[in-house]
């Protein structure tokens, strides 16, 4: 896939988002809403989404993986037609367990590893070089532009 057709639909995420915020409520009340939700499986669903959150360096993306997730859980908690179906989702998963531990092996990275997580690493080493003068106030770290789709798209037209 185009880097910059994956740009377009992160965009038109963001923009469902704001939509579903403003018509289901805010972030916030979603997440004080699972907060106090009384049914066991989307409390435990609830904590792990904000564990994977809470490993996230950036702000920006820690919430956003918040808001998505938190997003997912509220609606399948609250659509009573569609819990029954969540639930058995859920069951097949857990019947299943050892066949996805094992197919979960190539992709499973520790927090750090993270995409996001080594990309906010790469920003904090741009701001050090600047800072130190090696490199211009406009210019980016080479470790932060593997990180930049249009940089990436140029690389890719230039090896094509």
């Given at each position: ?22 018509k ?33 360096k ?9 808001e ?93």
């Open positions: 896939m185009d880097i910059m057709a994956v740009e377009s639909k992160k965009f038109l995420l963001k923009m469902t988002m704001k939509y579903l915020h403003k289901l409520g805010s972030g916030k009340e979603i997440h004080q809403d699972l907060e106090a939700c009384a049914n066991p499986v989307f409390q435990i669903l609830f904590s792990i989404f904000n564990e994977a959150a809470s490993n996230v950036e702000e920006y993306q820690r919430n956003m993986i918040r998505v997730g938190e997003l997912g859980l509220f609606i399948a908690n609250k659509d009573t037609g569609y819990r029954p179906i969540i639930m058995w989702i859920i069951n097949e998963i857990l019947n299943n367990k050892e066949e996805l531990e094992k197919a979960l092996e190539l992709y499973l990275q520790d927090p750090d590893e993270w995409y996001v997580n080594v990309w906010h690493e790469s920003k904090k080493r741009t701001a050090e070089l600047k800072k130190k003068g090696k490199i211009p106030k406009h210019a980016m770290s080479a470790e932060e532009t593997i990180f930049t789709p249009a940089l990436q798209a140029e690389r890719l037209k230039k090896i094509k």
